[in-house]
């Protein structure tokens, strides 16, 4: 069984640019998340997506940070514009309907200069 | 947004040893999950716990859902080189939607 596919693996950008990054769930999980990983911290959940519908975004700082699902299979979140604090691990993973794992994907690393 | 905070930080133990590491919270959870990180990697789910006091074991992992439902513990036995990484504990809340709020992390370094 195919895991939770991210990309790109690395982004360095300056601030003030734009940054887009994908995931593909594992097949037939309705549930997606998006985490942000600070060094030194644990994630943090930015949004949670049923589907193509949207459970929780309270954490999502909507000013600049953008998530969609459009089919409810794979997703995209966008970051405009970037500031230094964004420097982050960006984690999407993925559940199905009432379960409790959620399997994570590598990751997307973001430097932000 | 809360973490949950975990102790120790980081640990150095030899090869061998047993660990102990705990995550605690101002707030109850219904489900405690244990994770463990590699470096360039996601976290991988070691251990769930779905009830206060359940004791439940994966190998030589063994996690323990405290009885005031706002603290988990996980011990490692005999540690081997490969337990090296991170390891992260988090929480669900009833009515949540799945949604998990992590701990800090617990750092672990073995040496031979």
């Known amino acids: 069984e195919a895991g939770v596919a991210q990309s790109p693996r690395y982004k360095i950008i300056e601030k003030r640019q734009s940054v887009a990054f994908w995931c593909n769930p594992i097949?037939?999980?309705?549930?997606l998340y998006w985490y942000q990983q600070i060094l030194g911290q644990g994630p943090k959940l930015l949004i949670q997506?049923?589907?193509?519908?949207?459970?929780?975004d309270s954490q999502l700082p909507k000013d600049r940070f953008s998530a969609e699902r459009l089919k409810g299979v794979d997703s995209t979140l966008k970051i405009q514009p970037a500031k230094l604090e964004d420097s982050a691990v960006y984690l999407c993973a993925s559940s199905s309907p009432g379960a409790d794992t959620q399997y994570f994907g590598p990751g997307t690393r973001l430097t932000v200069l | 947004g809360q973490q949950l905070n975990q102790s120790p930080q980081s640990m150095f133990i030899q090869e061998g040893e047993d660990v102990s590491m705990n995550c605690t919270s101002s707030?109850?959870?219904?489900?405690w999950l244990w994770y463990k990180q590699d470096p360039g990697e996601g976290p991988v789910l070691l251990i769930a716990?779905?009830?206060?006091?359940e004791l439940t074991s994966n190998g030589r992992l063994t996690a323990q859902f405290g009885i005031t439902r706002k603290d988990s513990f996980l011990n490692i036995s005999a540690s081997i080189p490969s337990d090296v990484g991170i390891y992260f504990c988090a929480g669900q809340k009833a009515g949540t939607a799945s949604k998990l709020t992590f701990g800090t992390g617990t750092r672990l370094q073995v040496t031979l």
């Open positions: 097949s037939g999980h309705a549930t």
């Open positions: 716990l779905y009830k206060a006091g």
């Open positions: 997506f049923q589907n193509n519908g949207v459970v929780d």
């Open positions: 707030s109850i959870f219904n489900t």
